[in-house]
């Protein structure tokens, strides 16, 4: 007796869940694990800096010119649907904001937040899905280790474009124009 194969899932299978947050990789369903309290923190840390410096029009208090949402769902591909912790979208290339369940329009950046239970997900698996959708550039931020690592799209794959740890203030591309401490990343008070 010969086994059925089982379809791939699609974004109604994550419908169908309800409120359980999972996202869909390479047609498979990848249930996401509840936030630490570190994870949490860095990522509102992140948005937050994003949000007030770039998640508007120019010259509004900022460089501007990014859409940045947090865990919303991004269709990458028919059997491709995350949810990265915060992405951004240029408004150069992207002009309304992205907007419904789930949204189509490939983001220009993505960072995701380490945890324990998602690492091997977030460093590889999703590494490999976002360089594949050519995505330019991927964080990896590691609430455990202090450090954030950036990688940019390079042919047809990541390169490494930055790591620093926490003490450390650096301009970061994409967002090369305005100065991150990446302490705040990881729970210290901004200035």
């Given at each position: 007796m010969s086994e059925t194969a089982r379809p791939e899932a699609t974004f109604s299978d994550l419908l169908a869940l309800g409120d359980v947050p999972a996202e869909v990789l390479r047609g498979v369903?990848?249930?996401?694990?509840?936030?630490?309290a570190e994870h949490g923190d860095?990522?509102?840390?992140?948005?937050?800096?994003?949000?007030?410096?770039?998640?508007?029009?120019?010259g509004r208090g900022g460089p501007g010119g990014w859409w940045i949402l947090t865990e919303v769902d991004v269709q990458l591909g028919p059997h491709d649907i995350v949810r990265p912790d915060v992405a951004g979208w240029r408004r150069e290339r992207t002009p309304e904001r992205?907007?419904?369940?789930?949204?189509?329009?490939?983001?220009?950046?993505i960072c995701e937040v380490l945890s324990e239970s998602n690492a091997a997900t977030d460093q590889v698996d999703k590494f490999r899905l976002y360089a594949e959708a050519r995505v330019p550039f991927y964080w990896i931020c590691d609430p455990a280790r202090r450090i954030l690592?950036?990688?940019?799209?390079?042919?047809?794959?990541?390169?490494?474009?930055?790591?620093?740890?926490?003490?450390?203030?650096?301009?970061a591309p994409p967002f090369e124009t305005m100065p991150l401490r990446i302490g705040i990343l990881f729970g210290e008070d901004p200035d």
């Open positions: 369903l990848v249930y996401k694990p509840e936030p630490s860095s990522q509102l840390a992140l948005g937050a800096f994003l949000r007030q410096h770039f998640h508007r029009p120019a992205p907007a419904g369940r789930p949204i189509a329009a490939r983001p220009d950046w690592t950036v990688y940019r799209l390079d042919g047809d794959g990541f390169a490494v474009a930055l790591q620093a740890k926490a003490d450390e203030t650096v301009t």
